[in-house]
């Protein structure tokens, strides 16, 4: 391959193109902490993951939804070990804090993992 003045170019993989030009654009960091919210089942785990109805990342702040208070207790007490399988392997994009809170009634437009319903029993 030759480019318009004759001179040899070697291609270069698109995947690496678009990781340059995120990085130049400074925004790699933040989309590799979003892909936290993605891939919260596999961090996680199925039975974490069934009883959270969404994971949403802003910041260095990773904001979870669950499904009863007695779920937002027992997560929060394992905030710590969570952090750390989240963060495991990653020496930037970390995310620095968790904050759980109760999902109550009809959650527009998340469906449950684990495939549940996508509405919430209220308690009563």
Do not use: C, Y
């Not at 936290?36 to 109805?53: C, F, M, Y």
């Not at 910041?59 to 750390?84: C, I, K, P, Y």
């Amino acid at each position: 391959m030759s480019d318009e003045g004759g001179r040899a170019v070697t291609p270069e993989r698109v995947g690496t193109v678009v990781a340059g030009l995120l990085e130049r654009l400074g925004v790699a960091e933040r989309i590799e902490r979003a892909a936290v919210a993605s891939d919260w089942e596999r961090l996680v785990g199925p039975h974490i993951a069934r009883v959270t109805v969404d994971a949403r990342v802003s910041g260095r702040t990773l904001f979870v939804e669950v499904v009863s208070a007695a779920w937002l207790s027992e997560l929060n007490m394992m905030r710590h070990d969570l952090l750390r399988r989240i963060n495991a392997g990653r020496s930037r994009a970390r995310i620095e804090k968790i904050i759980f809170v109760q999902a109550g009634g009809r959650v527009e437009g998340v469906s449950r993992r684990g495939g549940g319903p996508t509405t919430i029993p209220e308690r009563g």
